[in-house]
Antibody, heavy 120, light 107 residues
Framework: EVQLVESGGGLVKPGGSLRLSCAAS????????MNWVRQAPGKGLECVSF????????YYADSVKGRFTISRDNAKNLLYLQMNGLRAEDTAIYYC?????????????WGQGTLVTVSS | DIQMTQSPSAMSASVGDRVTITCRAS??????LVWFQQKPGKGPKRLIY???SLQSGVPSRFSGSGSGTEFTLTISSLQPEDFATYYC?????????FGQGTKVEIK
């Protein structure tokens, strides 16, 4: 069974840092592109970042470019999101999501999310 | 960035109703369109990919259509478990972008 479990969320002050993790199981992690997607409280969904299987291709939303860094450890089946310079508008539930490689389409599996709150 | 305009933003419907949700893209996206369902407190669940392909395990009352700039998600006979928020997503070019969502509520 495919499982994605996010962790690392919490309360942080503006300007602070946080590192999110996503533990993957039930599939060969190293062969799947991965993503972070966020949802502000009561709002819609926003793609935050994408990373390809070997980390050769990485994309960011303009809203986080230069502040967030996506990475992965294929040996440990872990996806990361390092978040620096956090702002109030980064407050959201952060989901990791897997791409479907057979159909080359996004987000066939999602985690349950981890809440990040940026407040003084 | 490609903008996705979803309509309606909310609707009330009864069990057994046929429901149609529309997404329009600001430029052509071929069939790079995915539909999701989200229930309160849960992560999204993929329903349709490639505009019209049904995700494995999703009931056949869900269907998708469209290509280019206009897309629809149809629920042929609404069931109690279908009351949720629905989102479209384009993945023609990054940043992939979602529609603003359609909340389907009980009439």
């Amino acid at each position: 069974e495919v499982q994605l479990v996010e962790s690392g969320g919490g309360l942080v002050k503006p300007g602070g840092s946080l590192r999110l993790s996503c533990a993957a199981s039930g599939f060969t992690f190293s062969t799947y592109n991965m993503n972070w997607v966020r949802q502000a409280p009561g709002k819609g969904l926003e793609c935050v970042s994408f990373i390809s299987t070997s980390s050769a291709s990485i994309y960011y939303a303009d809203s986080v470019k230069g502040r967030f860094t996506i990475s992965r450890d294929n040996a440990k089946n872990l996806l990361y999101l390092q978040m620096n310079g956090l702002r109030a508008e980064d407050t959201a539930i952060y989901y990791c999501a897997r791409d479907c490689m057979t159909t080359v389409t996004p987000f066939d599996y999602w985690g349950q999310g981890t809440l990040v709150t940026v407040s003084s | 960035d490609i903008q996705m305009t979803q309509s309606p933003s909310a609707m009330s419907a009864s069990v057994g109703d046929r429901v149609t949700i529309t997404c329009r893209a600001s430029q052509g996206i071929n069939n790079y369109l995915v539909w999701f369902q989200q229930k309160p407190g849960k992560g999204p669940k993929r329903l349709i990919y490639a505009s019209s392909s049904l995700q494995s395990g999703v009931p056949s009352r869900f269907s998708g259509s469209g290509s280019g700039t206009e897309f629809t998600l149809t629920i042929s006979s609404l069931q109690p478990e279908d009351f949720a928020t629905y989102y479209c997503l384009q993945h023609k070019s990054y940043p992939w972008t979602f529609g603003q969502g359609t909340k389907v509520e009980i009439k």
